[in-house]
């Protein structure tokens, strides 16, 4: 599992004048979560993924799909929160509408604030607004052995993107064609 960092502030609002900074933790499974991520493939009952639990800290797991249904994230309801990369499903499971959530959360990464270290690890700045109010930021930390390297090498450096905030609306537009383009 790798750590991602970023330190949040809550953003000033009417009712809220006040700044609270705080610090958000949160990990991103590398293979601990397979096997829940083999039972949404499996089409097995939502209840029984949820009742799994997170490998890490045995929260409750829930599953996110795209607006399509031709992907999903899984996610634990600890705090921090632990989480899956963002997976492609060919056929999803029955209940998988009942899992699509409105994106009232927002992110966005920026794309000329990347860098590539000697080992060809990926860095790229993140940010994001979430429903409650609360902006955060940190980075995107990607290995050449994450699962998600090839898609962002290839925004970055073949996509043609030159959108210096790239939202996920865009980010679900590049995966399919990078989708397309890996075909
Ligand atoms: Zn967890």
Same mark, same amino acid.
């Given at each position: 599992?790798?750590?991602?960092?970023g330190? !949040? #502030?809550?953003?000033?609002?009417? =009712?809220d004048?006040?700044?609270?900074?705080m610090?958000? $933790?949160?990990?991103?499974? *590398?293979?601990?979560?397979?096997h829940?991520?083999?039972?949404?493939?499996?089409?097995?009952?939502f209840?029984?993924?949820?009742?799994?639990?997170?490998?890490?800290?045995?929260?409750?797991?829930?599953?996110?799909?795209?607006a399509?249904g031709?992907?999903?994230?899984?996610?634990?309801?600890g705090?921090?929160?632990?989480?899956?990369t963002y997976?492609?499903? !060919? #056929?999803?499971?029955?209940?998988? =509408?009942?899992?699509?959530?409105?994106?009232?959360?927002? $992110?966005?990464?920026?794309r *000329?604030?990347?860098?590539?270290?000697?080992?060809g690890?990926?860095?790229m700045k993140?940010?994001?607004?979430q429903?409650?109010?609360?902006?955060?930021?940190?980075?995107?930390?990607c290995?050449?052995?994450?699962?998600?390297?090839?898609?962002?090498?290839?925004?970055l450096l073949?996509?043609?993107?030159?959108?210096?905030?790239?939202?996920?609306?865009?980010? !679900? #537009?590049?995966?399919?064609?990078?989708?397309?383009a890996a075909?």
């Open positions: 599992m790798r750590l991602a960092v330190v !949040a #502030e809550r953003g000033h609002s009417a =009712r004048v006040g700044r609270v900074d610090q958000h $933790t949160y990990g991103i499974f *590398e293979t601990e979560a397979d829940l991520i083999e039972l949404v493939r499996r089409h097995a009952p209840a029984q993924i949820r009742a799994a639990g997170c490998p890490v800290c045995a929260a409750a797991i829930s599953v996110t799909f795209a399509d031709r992907g999903f994230t899984t996610a634990c309801e705090t921090p929160l632990h989480i899956s997976q492609d499903i !060919a #056929e999803p499971p029955s209940w998988w =509408r009942e899992c699509v959530v409105e994106p009232t959360d927002l $992110t966005w990464y920026w *000329e604030w990347h860098s590539f270290d000697v080992t690890k990926l860095t993140v940010s994001g607004w429903a409650d109010d609360i902006r955060w930021s940190g980075q995107l930390e290995a050449p052995d994450d699962p998600d390297y090839a898609f962002w090498k290839w925004v073949q996509s043609g993107c030159t959108s210096d905030l790239i939202d996920e609306t865009e980010v !679900a #537009e590049l995966r399919a064609r990078f989708a397309q075909r």
